[in-house]
C-alpha cells in the first residue's frame, strides 16, 4: 500500500505564471483535500472532495484557485495568475471515510511553492 | 470544532516517556480528537485518534479523560526522531492550530 504522493515536490514560479500540481491519494479512499501551509503556521483546509464531487471549499480558495477530481480518483490543484502570496506548502492528504464515522487523513509529503 | 489548547513547547529526554498535553474544553459528544505530527518539511502524520476511551497503537498511547475535556498523548520511549511539531485536533474536521513542538534531547 503505496502512500499519498504529490507532484512535483518542488515548483518555482514566476508571479503572473500558472501552476498546477497533482495529487495521488491513497488507492481506494473515497475522499481526497488540499491544504495550504505556510512557514510557521499548521495546515489551512482548502477543499474536499468525495469521489469526484467537490463539497466544500474555503473561503481561502480565491477564483484563481482551481480543483479538480474528474474520476475520483487523482487530484490537480491549479492556481492562475500566481502571486508572491501564494507561496507556501501545498499538502493533499486522502481518507476511507463514511457518513457518521471517522476521517483519519493521511498525508503526502507536500508540494512547495515559491513565486518569484 | 472544539478549539484546542497546547504548549508552545516542551522538552524530553530520549528514552524517557514524552506526555503531550491537550485541552478541549468545548469538545461535543460525537466529535473525536485526533493525533497528528509533522517533522520539519514533511507532510503531517497521523498518530492516533480516539472518541471516550483510551487508545493504543504501534507509535502511541492517547489517555482521555472521563469528562472528555482534556487528553495526552504519551510516546513510552522518545527518541531523537519524535523531534516535531505535534498537533491535537478535537474535532470531525481536521482545523490545525500551532501544536506543541517536542524537541527530544540526548
Known amino acids: 500500500d503505496t502512500g499519498v504522493s504529490q507532484n512535483p515536490r518542488h515548483k518555482i514560479t514566476k508571479r503572473g505564471q500558472n501552476v498546477t500540481f497533482r495529487c495521488d491519494p491513497i488507492?481506494?479512499?473515497?475522499?481526497l483535500y488540499w491544504y495550504r501551509q505556510t512557514l510557521g503556521q499548521g495546515p489551512e483546509f482548502l477543499t474536499y472532495?468525495?469521489?469526484?464531487?467537490?463539497?466544500?471549499k474555503s473561503r481561502l480558495l480565491s477564483d484563481r484557485f482551481s480543483a479538480e477530481r474528474p474520476k475520483g480518483s487523482f487530484s490537480t490543484l491549479e492556481i492562475q495568475r500566481t502571486e508572491q502570496g501564494d507561496s507556501a506548502m501545498y499538502l493533499c492528504?486522502?481518507?476511507?471515510?463514511?457518513?457518521?464515522?471517522?476521517?483519519?487523513?493521511?498525508f503526502g509529503p507536500g508540494t512547495r511553492l515559491t513565486v518569484l | 470544532d472544539a478549539k484546542t489548547t497546547q504548549p508552545t513547547s516542551m522538552d524530553c529526554a530520549e528514552g524517557r516517556a514524552a506526555n503531550l498535553p491537550c485541552n478541549h474544553s468545548?469538545?461535543?459528544?460525537?466529535?473525536?480528537v485526533y493525533w497528528y505530527r509533522q517533522i520539519h518539511s514533511q507532510g503531517p502524520q497521523y498518530i492516533i485518534h480516539g472518541l471516550k476511551n483510551n487508545e493504543t497503537n504501534e507509535m502511541a498511547s492517547l489517555i482521555i479523560t472521563e469528562d472528555r475535556k482534556s487528553s495526552t498523548l504519551i510516546l513510552p520511549h522518545a527518541t531523537l526522531r519524535d523531534t516535531a511539531v505535534y498537533y491535537c485536533i478535537a474535532g470531525n474536521k481536521l482545523v490545525f492550530g500551532a501544536g506543541t513542538i517536542l524537541r527530544v534531547k540526548s
Open positions: 492528504a486522502s481518507s476511507l471515510a463514511w457518513w457518521g464515522g471517522t476521517d483519519t487523513q493521511y
Open positions: 468545548t469538545i461535543s459528544g460525537n466529535e473525536y
Open positions: 488507492s481506494e479512499h473515497n475522499r
Open positions: 472532495f468525495q469521489n469526484e464531487a467537490q463539497l466544500e
